[in-house]
């Protein structure tokens, strides 16, 4: 990714905002920040680019409210006369935007051109203080410096950061780092403030449908040895060599006939029936294993172990659940106690 920064402009963005609050809470710059030559290749090559290793692609979201689409090309299209003022409405977005939670910061609102195309860059960062070794040559003194106005340094926190250009039909599309969340993204970052969606939905498809597959089996079957079979059977199909999955085609292949029609009907609209791509970013442990939790006990096992017989779960007799463990015992670890067990 080729990156250059053209102007840039720096507002300080307050811990999240509350309903009684306004956007006289944000202070705004009114003026460009200049930005030395080195500054810059710090800001794109140990901030932008190391960011967005990894991305998201996102893309302009019809039914999202925001209005950031708007200013992004605005900036894009005239970025002379309208700069400053756009990045000032965007700092506004921000704030009204984000949750309570949000931690406050500095939004680098930046023109730049990427890969040959205009494009506005978006960074939040955390506002930070340093020192600075400094040598009185009169004296040969060092002295200590204190820095309150650093903005970024070596080891600033990068919250957030989005850079955005225009597709052919003049779209808004980009990408997007969610640092602050992990694999994970917030949602008000995605749709709040830039207004966007995630282009392909494989990721946010992939989670919900199995998600809402085991909490059908836990909420709906009444039959837990039932329930965990299937459940080992979610996590061996998805996690099967082909690379897409289908809802109806699990359905068919692992579920008896009269639990079909209820488990379709159980997963989303947003998931829908179609062929759709496996992505587990936003699956706790990429979905490989299933977590049996009990009164004073968690049991984590692969779809391979309940498709081996290596563990299993029938009923007894007197109507109770057993989980039964076949094989050698490797190992015994301490971990912290489920939640239902510290009650």
């Known amino acids: 990714m080729a990156i250059t920064i053209s102007k840039a402009i720096v507002h300080e963005v307050p811990k999240g905002a509350h309903s009684t609050k306004s956007d006289t809470d944000v202070t705004l710059s009114t003026e460009l920040t200049p930005l030395q030559v080195e500054t810059r290749r710090f800001i794109i090559d140990n901030m932008v680019k190391f960011a967005l290793k990894h991305p998201r692609d996102i893309k302009w979201d019809q039914t999202a409210s925001s209005n950031m689409p708007a200013l992004v090309s605005k900036i894009i299209n005239d970025a002379e006369n309208s700069f400053v003022r756009a990045s000032q409405d965007i700092a506004r977005v921000l704030y009204r935007s984000q949750t309570a939670n949000s931690p406050s910061g500095i939004l680098v609102v930046a023109s730049v051109v990427k890969d040959g195309r205009s494009a506005v860059l978006l960074m939040k960062a955390e506002h930070q203080e340093g020192m600075r070794l400094r040598r009185d040559e009169d004296s040969g003194r060092l002295d200590l410096e204190h820095l309150n106005e650093l903005i970024v340094g070596q080891n600033s926190k990068i919250y957030k950061v989005a850079v955005m250009d225009l597709a052919d039909d003049g779209t808004v599309i980009g990408q997007m780092v969610d640092q602050q969340n992990g694999v994970m993204y917030a949602d008000f970052f995605l749709a709040d403030f830039l207004g966007c969606q995630l282009a392909d939905k494989a990721e946010l498809q992939t989670k919900v449908f199995m998600e809402s597959a085991i909490r059908h089996f836990n909420e709906q079957l009444s039959d837990p040895v039932k329930a965990s079979r299937y459940a080992g059977a979610l996590s061996a199909y998805m996690h099967a060599p082909a690379e897409d999955f289908q809802p109806s085609v699990f359905a068919d292949d692992f579920l008896e006939p ?86």
């Open 258 to 343: 009269q639990d079909r029609d209820d488990f379709l009907e159980a997963i989303p609209d947003t998931v829908g029936d179609g062929v759709i791509r496996k992505d587990f970013k936003l699956i706790a442990g990429g979905g490989s294993g299933v977590r049996i939790i009990g009164h004073g006990f968690t049991v984590v096992a692969s779809s391979e172990a309940f498709a081996s017989g290596t563990i299993s779960v029938s009923k007894s007799d007197n109507g109770d659940t057993v989980i039964k463990l076949s094989g050698d015992l490797k190992q015994m670890t301490f971990g912290a106690l489920p939640k239902s067990s510290q009650q």
